[in-house]
């Protein structure tokens, strides 16, 4: 019995000592190892007690995030942005909840403010982009994703984006080079796209394995 005792006693000690730091730490290994479920009360509980440390609150919507829980993540990202205005972060990760809940029109300024504060980070101009082309704003589309490609010109889904947008407005031929390069680049998607809607096959992707 004492030696029960004795062993609940340190183990409660143990659990007691354990610093936020710590307590976040472990979290973070859960989360590395995809246990959301596991993770999310350590970090709802760092949250609560220190609702002012951003880190905590991060990881939190996170980990929400990966649980499917998008609106209890976009909530906590819109308290990190009262927080710190000027993490760009923030708002792309906002936008894109947005996005996935359905509410396009409501996730472009938080694109836009991305943007605005990392004038030069391909994704969030390739996330706004397809934003645009889901709602058949093709030239806008265009545009966010000519600035995609300026800053990243590997990125294969840029270009076929851009290709079904420019196809989309009439603009075939352009669009099939585009397909052709994005299938270059290694997007297996425009392969069809080329086959289906291109007569003429740029003999650059007929090249291509």
């Not at 409660?12 to 590395?32: C, G, K, W, Y």
């Amino acid at each position: 019995m004492q030696k029960s005792f004795v062993l609940f006693f340190l183990l409660s000690f143990h659990a007691v000592a354990q610093s936020p730091e710590d307590l976040n730490n472990r979290a973070i290994t859960l989360m590395e190892k995809e246990k959301y479920e596991e993770a999310l009360p350590i970090f709802e509980k760092l949250v609560a007690n220190q609702p002012g440390t951003t880190l905590y609150r991060y990881n939190l919507a996170i980990t929400l995030t990966n649980l499917k829980k998008k609106k209890e993540a976009l909530g906590h990202y819109k308290v990190l942005i009262s927080q710190v205005a000027d993490e760009a972060e923030y708002y792309f990760q906002a936008g894109d909840l947005l996005e996935e809940l359905d509410s396009l029109k409501a996730a472009i300024p938080y694109y836009t403010k991305a943007i605005k504060l990392e004038p030069d980070n391909f994704q969030f101009y390739f996330q706004r982009g397809t934003n645009y082309l889901k709602q058949t704003n093709f030239e806008l589309a265009i545009a966010d994703y000519n600035q995609s490609i300026k800053f990243n010109p590997e990125h294969d889904n840029s270009f076929h984006n851009r290709a079904i947008a420019l196809y989309k407005i009439g603009k075939k031929t352009e669009a099939c080079l585009d397909w052709c390069e994005a299938l270059f680049k290694g997007n297996s998607k425009s392969a069809s796209h080329l086959q289906t809607n291109c007569k003429i096959i740029p003999t650059k992707c007929l090249l291509t394995k």
